[in-house]
């Protein structure tokens, strides 16, 4: 494994220790839940669709029913995809703030990134989420890769609310280029 590989491991192992130690127990009773979709975007697949809303008709017949607007208002379809915004997930219980997908193949992935994931060895933190506080997090990052790195922090420039923290050796140049896979403001 490269050294590279090993940081990546290292991160996304401390970010899934974040995710339990201090997002999920927030959510309970957090005041803007994600997953009621007021202001993030939900990114589906046709079998998610098809089995969250329990529909019995065929893909042509509801995108053609979509585009007649007869459809979910909730539900827009693009590339292939479909984006679900201003109602809650079908699939959240709003009284117990919780998923009933939760663990299942069913949900999606996006939904395990949200609010922050590993990306080609750096860290990505929506801070659309109130339970992200950044210190605590370049703290617990911080605390995982030891002091041989440092983590140097930037805002995306069209989505203010999405930081990255970026993983570097102490004393190495900064990289130049563009990243490869640009945070997108979905959950
Ligand atoms: S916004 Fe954050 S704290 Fe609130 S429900 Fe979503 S993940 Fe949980
Ligand atoms: S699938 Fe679960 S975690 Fe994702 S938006 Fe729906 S309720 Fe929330």
């Known amino acids: 494994m490269s050294a590279r590989q090993r940081l990546a491991q290292q991160l996304a192992a401390a970010l899934a220790a974040y995710q339990e130690s201090t997002v999920i127990p927030h959510c309970a009773v957090c005041a803007k839940p994600c997953c009621r979709l007021d202001t993030l975007v939900l990114e589906l697949e046709w079998k998610q669709v098809k089995i969250l809303w329990k529909l019995d008709e065929s ?7 979509l585009a007649s607007g007869k459809g ?5 379809e693009g590339d292939g995809l479909y984006y679900i ?4 997930c079908p699939a959240y219980d709003d009284a117990g703030h919780a998923c009933r997908i939760y ?3 069913i949900k999606p992935a996006g939904c395990s990134d949200f609010p922050v994931y590993e990306d080609q060895g750096s860290v990505i933190a929506d801070l659309r989420c109130e339970a992200v506080d950044i210190d605590g997090l370049v703290a617990a990052v911080a605390k995982v890769v030891g002091p041989e790195f440092r983590i140097v922090r930037s805002a995306d ?3 203010s609310f999405l930081v990255t923290l970026s993983v570097r050796k102490v004393g190495s140049t900064p990289p130049t280029g563009k990243r490869s896979r640009r945070p997108k403001p979905t959950l």
């Not at 979910?72 to 827009?76: G, K, S």
């Open 59 to 65: 893909r042509p017949a509801f995108d053609r029913r």
């Open 72 to 76: 979910p208002e909730e539900i827009r």
């Open 85 to 88: 915004h201003s109602k809650p």
């Open 103 to 105: 663990g299942q193949e």
């Open 157 to 159: 420039k069209d989505f």
